[in-house]
């Protein structure tokens, strides 16, 4: 068991799972279908895939690409509206399984056979992690310790880069007794790129992204009761570097949520104590921003659930979107240590892998995904039009 669960694991509220619980968690994935094929989808219905990565792709090497494809590739509903998306790493009967939920799976499947050759793409047999009515549960929603503003460490980043795949944390979080069950789930959307201003209240107090890395530049603020400005140092200069570079940067809004269930309390405070503790990996200590959980109980725990259950981000009003700007914005590079594919670097025995390269027409090569040719890679890209539901409030 890890360190962080063996510290606070007390401190997390478990809860029985009651039957009216077990409905309402079932309910709320009526709209998601365990399907690969478009054709099955009906209006507002989203298709959750089953995703065998190939254990020799290039993984965590090509994750910063992947993100930037899903940006091009915009997934929008059969109605028209910018979708949700989810990626997920399950713990169930003794193995992690990776799963990806979309409105367009035909869409994601080219994306993917376009940066991570021989992954395969099938139907999973269930829609959401067993909750059974005589067992427990737990849950936590992560948020920023900071305005988004403050980049999360990452790939890119200028000091301190994530130079490891964040997913080997991960899958040995998730990774427990046989009778335990466990989840991560990121959820995401596209932000167009006024997010960087961060609303009327950044535009009147000189608090948008800009403003911000050059108060950093100028040197490090120090103490709160009476804050005084340091004078200036590299990693200063560095870290304000990060933050001007987000500006233009395709971005999403983003809702990172984890669950574990088992059949006693204990073995659910040492699950979601792992799983929180694995999220350690991301504090980015020049900006001093981390993902800071938030431990759901009661009523929360339930709507949580079904939050999660439902792939859905939770809206943010427009008044406060509109003063403060939106929260949870993660740059495509930020997303990239969430959302991609491993390899065999990871080294999780347990992880359901695609060992065999597929031949000529099989999943996960056919049809392969070709950026725009009309964009320059390396230059700024432009976020499509459109008013992205907003994430946790």
């Known amino acids: 068991m890890g360190l962080f669960s063996s510290l606070f694991g007390s401190e997390f509220p478990v809860e029985p799972i009651t039957e009216k619980l077990h409905h309402r968690v079932t309910d709320a994935t009526e709209e998601i279908i365990p399907t690969a094929t478009p054709d099955e989808l009906d209006t507002d219905e989203r298709a959750l895939v089953h995703i065998r990565p190939f254990s020799g792709s290039d993984g965590f090497d090509t994750a910063v690409e992947f993100t930037r494809d899903l940006y091009r590739a915009e997934s929008v509903d059969q109605t028209g509206k910018q979708a949700v998306e989810t990626?997920?790493?399950?713990?169930?009967?003794?193995?992690?399984?990776?799963?990806?939920?979309?409105?367009?799976?035909?869409?994601?499947?080219?994306?993917?056979?376009?940066?991570?050759?021989?992954?395969?793409?099938?139907?999973?047999?269930?829609?959401?992690?067993?909750?059974?009515?005589?067992?427990?549960?737990?849950?936590?929603?992560?948020?920023?310790?900071?305005?988004?503003?403050?980049?999360?460490?990452?790939?890119?980043?200028?000091?301190?880069?994530?130079?490891?795949?964040?997913?080997?944390?991960?899958?040995?979080?998730?990774?427990?007794?046989?009778?335990?069950?466990?989840?991560?789930?990121?959820?995401?959307?596209?932000v167009d790129s006024g997010w960087t201003r961060r609303g009327v209240w950044g535009s009147?107090?000189?608090s948008s992204v800009g403003d911000i890395a050059e108060r950093r530049e100028e040197g490090t603020v120090k103490g709160e009761v009476n804050p005084r400005i340091v004078e200036a140092v590299r990693s200063d200069r560095l870290t304000a570097m990060d933050m001007q570079a987000q500006r233009g940067k395709p971005s999403f809004q983003t809702a990172i949520r984890v669950?574990?269930?088992?059949?006693?309390?204990?073995?659910?405070?040492?699950?979601?104590?792992?799983?929180?503790?694995?999220?350690?990996?991301?504090?980015?200590?020049?900006?001093?921003?981390?993902?800071?959980?938030?431990?759901?109980?009661?009523?929360?725990?339930?709507?949580?659930?079904?939050?999660?259950?439902?792939?859905?981000?939770?809206?943010?009003?427009?008044?406060?979107?509109?003063?403060?700007?939106?929260?949870?914005?993660?740059?495509?590079?930020?997303?990239?240590?969430?959302?991609?594919?491993?390899?065999?670097?990871?080294?999780?025995?347990?992880?359901?892998?695609?060992?065999?390269?597929?031949?000529?027409?099989?999943?996960?090569?056919?049809?392969?995904?070709?950026?725009?040719?009309?964009?320059?890679?390396?230059?700024?890209?432009?976020?499509?039009n459109h008013s992205p539901r907003t994430a946790e409030d």
């Open 87 to 190: 990626m997920e790493l399950w713990f169930s009967d003794g193995q992690i399984y990776q799963r990806y939920c979309t409105p367009s799976p035909n869409r994601f499947e080219q994306v993917l056979s376009s940066r991570y050759e021989h992954s395969t793409v099938h139907s999973p047999d269930q829609t959401f992690l067993e909750l059974h009515p005589d067992e427990y549960v737990a849950s936590a929603h992560f948020r920023l310790q900071q305005d988004c503003a403050f980049p999360i460490r990452h790939p890119e980043a200028t000091l301190d880069p994530l130079d490891e795949d964040p997913y080997t944390a991960l899958a040995s979080a998730l990774a427990g007794p046989d009778e335990t069950r466990a989840l991560v789930q990121i959820a995401f959307t596209p």
């Open 259 to 384: 669950v574990a269930t088992a059949p006693t309390k204990q073995a659910v405070r040492e699950r979601i104590g792992d799983l929180v503790g694995a999220f350690e990996s991301f504090a980015y200590s020049a900006t001093e921003q981390r993902f800071v959980p938030e431990h759901l109980s009661g009523e929360l725990l339930a709507k949580g659930l079904v939050q999660t259950a439902s792939r859905d981000l939770a809206s943010q009003s427009w008044v406060k979107r509109g003063i403060f700007g939106p929260k949870s914005v993660l740059t495509f590079e930020e997303l990239a240590a969430l959302v991609h594919l491993s390899n065999r670097d990871i080294n999780a025995p347990l992880l359901d892998w695609e060992r065999m390269e597929s031949g000529a027409g099989a999943p996960g090569v056919s049809d392969q995904f070709e950026p725009p040719t009309d964009v320059d890679v390396d230059a700024t890209v432009q976020e499509p």
């Open 204 to 206: 009147w107090h000189g």
